[in-house]
């Protein structure tokens, strides 16, 4: 059932503009949960783990500065280990590909003592389907691949369709729309981005930067890495570097930094000056129509310009899923099976 794709993984990657065309139609239903809980709601807590944990921390920045909503997002596996302080203004949303992470359905039972709850679900009919009280379900289809992409897409789909409505926001909800097609576009530069992991795959270590939204992005980027490659990838926000990671920066060191358009922009051009100067290998993401970003980067994967940092999320998490299974190949590993992990985690 791989299509012609000698991996899942790649097949699902080009999957995710349908995958977010598909989610986009939860619009109404999403709709109905904020209006039957709107009401009264004072605070926003995620829980999830691994990739599923990113696109809650999108999550956060979303709805804290669409909404005004406090809003927190715990590791599922932590929770029990904090105080929480839920009660019945807070809404908790879980995210999972699975539904069936135990981490996360352990949170759940404790949460729904208190708390409305919300899954963002991938597997229709799973654990936490049945046992949130309100669901939305992501359109990915299934996803065979250990490593998430297509499913983290349409996650964030979810809540940005959810952030959206909550905050009346239509200027984003028409953003939206054009989406699948700036991830069509991200995926035309296949081959060159296939070139390019060549030239990095030498690397022992990895460096992945971004502030504000694109800072789980960053992490995500980290993530994939690490998962299929066994490269050491470090996510970081671009402003904590030179709090201690800075020292790590050496001669040839590759640093993806991850730079769309917006008010984060200027300070990460800082920062990628930072890297550059000590020696780091700089491959950027950007805009097409960034000139500065082109000569200061050694490498740079364009995307189109009218991707701003609000829906980069969406979009330069593309080219970041495609090194990470281009490096795989490289080294010669099956990216849909990635030694010592599991696609559901159903242990604590
Ligand atoms: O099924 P879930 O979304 O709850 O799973 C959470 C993590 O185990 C999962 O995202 C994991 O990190 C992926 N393998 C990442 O690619």
Same mark, same amino acid.
């Given at each position: 059932?791989?299509?012609?794709?000698?991996?899942?993984?790649?097949?699902?990657?080009?999957?995710?503009?349908?995958?977010?065309?598909?989610?986009?139609?939860?619009?109404?239903?999403?709709?109905?949960?904020?209006?039957?809980?709107?009401?009264?709601?004072?605070?926003?807590?995620?829980?999830?783990?691994?990739?599923?944990?990113?696109?809650?921390?999108?999550?956060?920045?979303?709805?804290?500065?669409?909404?005004?909503?406090?809003?927190?997002?715990?590791?599922?596996?932590?929770?029990?280990?904090?105080?929480?302080?839920?009660?019945?203004?807070?809404?908790?949303?879980?995210?999972?590909?699975?539904?069936?992470?135990?981490?996360?359905?352990?949170?759940?039972?404790?949460?729904?003592?208190?708390?409305?709850?919300?899954?963002?679900?991938?597997?229709?009919?799973?654990?936490?389907?049945?046992?949130?009280?309100?669901?939305?379900?992501?359109?990915?289809?299934?996803?065979?691949?250990?490593?998430?992409?297509?499913?983290?897409?349409?996650?964030?789909?979810?809540?940005?369709?959810?952030?959206?409505?909550?905050?009346?926001?239509?200027?984003?909800?028409?953003?939206?729309?054009?989406?699948?097609?700036?991830?069509?576009?991200?995926?035309?530069?296949?081959?060159?981005?296939?070139?390019?992991?060549?030239?990095?795959?030498?690397?022992?270590?990895?460096?992945?930067?971004?502030?504000?939204?694109?800072?789980?992005?960053?992490?995500?980027?980290?993530?994939?890495?690490?998962?299929?490659?066994?490269?050491?990838?470090?996510?970081?926000? #671009?402003?904590?570097?030179?709090?201690? +990671? =800075?020292? *790590? %920066?050496?001669?040839? $060191?590759?640093?993806?930094?991850?730079?769309? &358009?917006?008010?984060?922009?200027?300070?990460?051009?800082?920062?990628?000056?930072?890297?550059?100067?000590?020696?780091?290998?700089?491959?950027?993401?950007?805009?097409?129509?960034?000139?500065?970003?082109?000569?200061?980067?050694?490498?740079?994967?364009?995307?189109?310009?009218?991707?701003?940092?609000?829906? #980069?999320?969406?979009?330069?998490?593309? +080219? =970041?899923? *495609? %090194?990470?299974?281009? $490096?795989?190949?490289?080294?010669?590993?099956? &990216?849909?099976?990635?030694?010592?992990?599991?696609?559901?985690?159903?242990?604590?």
């Amino acid at each position: 059932e791989k299509e012609g794709y000698n991996h899942f993984m790649i097949k699902e990657i080009n999957e995710q503009a349908t995958s977010v065309r598909n989610t986009l139609t939860q619009r109404e239903h999403i709709q109905e949960i904020i209006d039957d809980i709107d009401e009264g709601i004072q605070r926003i807590c995620f829980v999830a783990c691994g990739t599923s944990y990113h696109a809650s921390l999108t999550g956060k920045y979303l709805i804290e500065s669409l909404a005004g909503i406090p809003t927190d997002v715990i590791l599922a596996s932590e929770f029990k280990y904090s105080a929480n302080t839920l009660n019945d203004k807070t809404l908790v949303i879980f995210i999972s590909q699975s539904g069936e992470t135990a981490d996360s359905l352990k949170a759940l039972d404790v949460a729904n003592e208190t708390s409305k709850t919300l899954g963002i679900v991938n597997v229709a009919g799973s654990s936490i389907t049945r046992r949130a009280e309100y669901v939305i379900q992501t359109q990915a289809g299934p996803e065979i691949g250990v490593a998430a992409t297509k499913t983290y897409v349409a996650q964030l789909t979810s809540i940005y369709l959810f952030a959206a409505l909550l905050a009346k926001n239509t200027e984003l909800l028409e953003e939206l729309e054009k989406v699948p097609d700036f991830i069509d576009e991200a995926l035309e530069d296949i081959d060159f981005i296939k070139e390019i992991s060549k030239r990095y795959n030498y690397a022992r270590d990895f460096f992945y930067l971004g502030r504000g939204y694109s800072y789980p992005t960053a992490l995500e980027g980290a993530l994939k890495l690490k998962e299929i490659t066994y490269i050491h990838g470090e996510g970081y926000a #671009a402003g904590e570097l030179k709090h201690g +990671p =800075l020292a *790590l %920066i050496d001669e040839g $060191i590759p640093v993806v930094v991850i730079a769309p &358009p917006g008010d984060s922009h200027r300070k990460t051009m800082s920062n990628l000056e930072e890297v550059k100067s000590r020696g780091a290998n700089v491959l950027a993401i950007g805009s097409a129509d960034d000139d500065a970003l082109k000569t200061k980067a050694d490498d740079i994967i364009t995307i189109n310009p009218e991707v701003n940092e609000i829906i #980069a999320p969406l979009v330069y998490v593309v +080219p =970041l899923q *495609l %090194i990470a299974y281009y $490096i795989t190949l490289e080294k010669g590993h099956d &990216p849909d099976k990635p030694k010592n992990l599991a696609k559901c985690v159903t242990v604590e």
